[in-house]
């Protein structure tokens, strides 16, 4: 565009027309439209006297002009999407207003500059800045979005990257500058492809990579022909329940997959005759002790057991044996190089010997050279220095390996920010080797840490970017088009021992953690002694068995926000000194038992007036009477493998009573769920309703319409489910409607057309659809549907308008993740 063209096409003026309706008219925008209209006010004279003086800018000058001219295009554009979009549609006027917020910064630095003096030079590089800064708020925002758009944000990119530097370490396995990792994959496999051994042993310290080894011999082609595919990987950790894993061996290498996982299996050291050809080959990850290994060992022919411990077992106990040595120096230089520079060698344009040193100092342990390597990943030299001689004085003479690996990750901790130090101190708070639900953690930084939910993501993100934490998407989600509800967080035990070995400087009393490492009987013993003055902690995690009333210490906790009882027993008394807790707002209870646990003492919710989240899991609910002392600041419920037959079923409950200001409830594989109560369609305060995976679900509230506020209803794999109510069209603000895997489910009710600002429509695995109503057509908001190929055809008309408006995802069928 010529300047004069610009100059002439009344751009900024009509803008500036706009932004004074918008400054009427929008409150979300109105803030930025009057701080435009003062800048255009005064670039208005500017622009005139450069037209007037008919000079032709250089040429370079009159580039950067033209970038700008596009931003002011874009500003007008963006005003009358302002002026067009609906008050009602809440997600999408958040949004504009962002942009807005962007168009202002772009405005601001062009105008701070010294405009008449230097007529636009620096209009490019403030551009370009700008650009990054609007990148990061696009991705905050976009990390919370449900879908729409199917690109899952950056929280979706970042599991991508993941799952990218999966496929690239199994995939250069032998290409890392030596053959270590294929060495020992080849040997490993010689002792289970011989008649000679039935237990062969993976050795090894921590962070060396036995599950990695552990992990690729178990998918190799030849290993799985060998055992005619029936490898099974299962996870022992420092606190395993034995009688479950014995029940669950005895199911995988008999073949009954019906086994209950609370039944208890045969005297697995005696020996049972399935059959010689029956060969199976068992992997058993991250084995603490002999006596846990002895308990789990099981005899029978053509069954086989691989061990993987960071101990060497007695020849009585482990046949043979693979001990994993450190990397070579060129294997060592090729992992860092890849997480450091993205290229499996040293760069030309780096100082090798500097390079080089870093990595000596990891001691060519894979995991501190994978996570110092993506610390480092684009600093400056003066960085990588700095980094360099901290490692070095990390050392000191005759320490272990495994002291060693701690002291080198902490310097990846010490160059984190503030706020992702703390976050990442309170992955600690969870059991090792199991899945964190990503909903509970978000949940748990934003109480702490006085943050947004966005900004929680941005620090999952930047963890994970790190390889501080892993992000796992759910085997149930099949898919990219998954929101974040089937993303979860997993650490590597060498990550959450430093977290642990991080919180637990200074006095019991004075941490702003209390985390117990393993499970336990009781309370630590350092705690008990210490009971007499209060504790400061902020963050309690327990991990114990059952626990009565007389197995709890009176606890002073006032400063706490964050309990989290982690447990595995068929009752739990709930700890007595939640009462000494004013300051708690979020609680989390996991059970790790094979049964749902009865809990007891539930009085002491009485006293938790400042509660806003709540996380049960493999809980029996409790009969809420009607005295219940309703939880006036609870804003979020999560209920996960619960039995609530004797609770949520009752058609008398008082929801919005017990709950006056939820806003999120989620309810996932509750047993014996048959149907909401009808109160629940009086909670205006809700905006996310989710019922998964309830099979006993047969039909939701008539009134389900009056929830005004609701954005979102997820009903996904309700098999008995066969309609929603005829008045979902009520729900105005709904943006996101899930009935994936409802079975039964003939067809969407005639009203939904009502649902104005519904976005996305997940309805895969739905066989019985077999028409669409009419009123679909006029869904203004629609722009994603999610159906398998025989359902998309009834979408066709609507197609014709809205190009690309189905996907098919690709089918995925497991329950792995349940043995999580």
């Known amino acids: 565009m010529a300047v004069t063209d610009f100059f002439a096409g009344e751009i900024a003026t009509e803008l500036l027309k706009q932004l004074i309706t918008i400054s009427r008219k ?11 209209i003062v800048y255009i006010r005064e670039l208005l004279p500017i622009i005139q006297e450069i037209k007037l003086t008919g000079n032709e800018l250089p040429q370079h000058r009159q580039r950067q002009l033209d970038s700008f001219s596009e931003a002011l295009s874009g500003g007008l554009e963006l005003a009358n999407k302002v002026l067009n979009s609906p008050r009602w549609n809440v997600y999408r006027n958040i949004r504009l207003a962002r942009k807005m917020e962007k168009l202002e910064k772009t405005i601001s630095r062009f105008m701070k500059g010294p405009v008449q003096a230097h007529v636009l030079a620096d209009v490019h590089h403030v551009r370009v800045d700008m650009e990054e800064r609007f990148d990061r708020l696009e991705w905050q925002l976009g990390a919370m979005k449900i879908g729409a758009d199917g690109d899952g944000g950056w929280l979706g990119a970042a599991v991508k990257r993941v799952e990218e530097e999966q496929r690239w370490c199994e995939d250069n396995l032998v290409n890392l500058g030596g053959t270590g990792l294929e060495l020992g994959k080849m040997k490993v496999k010689q002792m289970l492809l011989t008649n000679e051994f039935s237990v062969v042993g993976i050795h090894g310290i921590g962070g060396i990579g036995k599950t990695t080894l552990a992990r690729e011999i178990s998918k190799d082609e030849e290993i799985k022909s060998y055992f005619n595919n029936r490898v099974f990987f299962l996870t022992v950790s420092q606190s395993p329940n034995v009688e479950q894993l014995r029940s669950r061996i005895w199911g995988m290498v008999t073949g009954n997959t019906t086994v209950n996982h609370g039944d208890r299996s045969p005297q697995m050291n005696l020996r049972y005759d399935v059959g010689a050809s029956a060969r199976v080959l068992l992997v058993l990850d991250d084995v603490w002790t002999q006596s846990v290994l002895e308990q789990l060992l099981i005899k029978i022919p053509g069954c086989k057991i691989m061990v993987v411990s960071r101990l060497k077992f007695p020849p009585s106990v482990v046949d043979c044996y693979y001990e994993l040595d450190l990397l070579t120096e060129n294997e060592a230089v090729s992992l860092f190089s890849h997480f450091a520079f993205g290229q499996t060698s040293i760069p030309l344009d780096a100082d090798k010997l500097l390079v080089k040193q870093v990595v000596d100092e990891c001691k060519r342990l894979p995991l501190a050279l994978k996570v110092i390597g993506a610390s480092l990943k684009g600093q400056s030299e003066m960085f990588w220095t700095s980094a360099k001689n901290r490692l070095s004085r990390g050392q000191p003479l005759c320490e272990s390996h495994e002291v060693q690996l701690l002291e080198r990750m902490k310097l990846s901790i010490d160059y984190l920010s503030e706020r992702e130090r703390e976050c990442f101190l309170d992955l600690g708070a969870f059991p090792e080797d199991k899945r964190i639900p ?18 929680a993501f941005a620090v999952l993100v930047q963890l994970s970017d790190k ?40 006095g019991v009393n004075q941490r702003s953690r209390l985390l117990m490492p393993r499970r336990e009987a009781g309370i630590p013993k350092d705690w008990e002694r210490n009971v007499a003055e209060p504790f400061n902690a902020r963050v309690i995690s327990i991990h114990t068995g059952e626990m009565s009333e007389m197995d709890w210490l009176r606890m002073d906790c006032p400063k706490t926000e964050v309990l989290v009882l982690n447990f595995a027993s068929d009752g739990y008394f709930l700890p007595p000194f939640l009462d000494n807790m004013p300051k708690l707002r979020a609680l989390i209870l996991i059970n790790y038992s094979t049964s749902n646990a009865v809990l007891h003492n539930t009085a002491v919710f009485s006293s938790l007036a400042n509660l806003r989240s709540l996380w049960f899991e493999k809980i029996s609910l409790p009969l809420l009477p009607d005295t219940t002392i309703p939880l006036k600041n609870l804003q979020k419920v999560s209920l996960v493998l619960c039995d609530i037959s004797k ?11 017990l709950f006056p200001r939820l806003s999120e409830l989620t309810m996932d594989h509750c047993i014996n769920l048959t149907e909401l109560p009808s109160s629940i369609c009086q909670m205006q305060t809700l905006k996310s309703l989710s019922v998964t995976n309830c099979d006993s679900l047969q039909e939701l509230p008539s009134d389900l319409g009056k929830l005004s506020f609701l954005k979102i209803l997820r009903l996904s ?42 976005e996305k429509i997940d309805m895969r695995e739905c066989p019985q659809m077999r028409s669409l109503p009419v009123s679909v057509a006029a869904l203004p908001s629609l ?9 998309s055809w009834l979408w066709k008309d609507v197609e ?11 089918e995925c069928f497991t329950l792995d993740w349940l043995a999580e």
């Open 438 to 455: 990503l909903d509970i953690l978000i949940n748990m930084w934003v109480e702490l840490h006085d943050i947004d939910e966005q900004e």
């Open 26 to 36: 929008s409150a979300s925008c109105r803030s930025s439209a009057e701080q435009l």
């Open 647 to 657: 609770s949520v079923n009752r058609s008398s409950v008082d929801l919005p009573h």
């Open 800 to 810: 014709k308008g809205r190009p690309g408006l189905c996907q098919v995802p690709q």
């Open 783 to 791: 722009r994603r549907v999610i159906c398998d190929e025989e359902v």
């Open 717 to 758: 794999a309700c098999p008995n489910l066969r309609r929603l109510p005829s008045r979902v069209g009520n729900l105005v603000r709904l943006q996101y409607l899930d009935v994936s895997q409802c079975v039964n489910m003939g067809c969407l009710p005639e009203d939904i057309g009502g649902c104005a600002s519904l």
């Open 467 to 506: 390889n501080l934490l892993t992000l796992v998407k759910d085997a149930r989600a099949g898919d990219k088009y998954s929101s974040y509800y089937e993303i979860s967080v997993y650490q590597h035990d060498v990550l959450r021992d430093l977290a642990i070995h991080l919180s637990n400087v200074g």
